[in-house]
């Protein structure tokens, strides 16, 4: 099992920037899939997610209206569109999945309840 993330870069405030996350060795389809993010000091913060209880989409407060996660599951992909990009964006992103079903009370935004994490992608947000 293996995740690879794409994408990261410099970026100026107010800027976008698309993330991507590739899977080999299982298909995206029977997990759960989570963006976080980790900033140098900063606890792991998940920001998006795509719960495979339902299918539905989840985001952070600080993500919401700004961030849209996509999957295109016959490229085996997920995708994370940052707009509006601000410096506090600025983290190592990585992407990770897991098979447990997330309740929709819990919800799927925790990183540590996941097993599988790629190696992660650094943007940074210039003021």
């Known amino acids: 099992v293996q995740l690879v993330e794409s994408g990261g870069g410099l970026v100026e405030t107010g800027g976008s920037l698309r993330l991507s996350c590739t899977a080999s060795?299982?298909?995206?389809?029977?997990?759960?899939i989570l963006w976080f993010r980790q900033a140098p000091g900063k606890e792991r913060e998940g920001v998006a997610c795509?719960?495979?209880?339902?299918?539905?989409?989840m985001y952070a407060d600080s993500a919401k209206g700004r961030f849209i996660m996509s999957g295109d599951m016959a490229k085996n992909m997920v995708y994370l569109q940052m707009n509006s990009l601000k410096p506090e964006d600025t983290a190592v992103y990585y992407c990770?999945?897991?098979?447990?079903?997330?309740?929709?009370?819990?919800?799927?935004?925790?990183?540590?309840?996941?097993?599988?994490w790629g190696q992660g992608t650094q943007v940074t947000v210039s003021s």
């Open positions: 990770a999945a897991d098979r447990s079903k997330f309740s929709e009370q819990w919800g799927c935004l925790h990183p540590l309840a996941f097993d599988y």
């Open positions: 060795g299982f298909t995206f389809d029977d997990y759960a």
């Open positions: 795509i719960s495979n209880s339902d299918g539905g989409t």
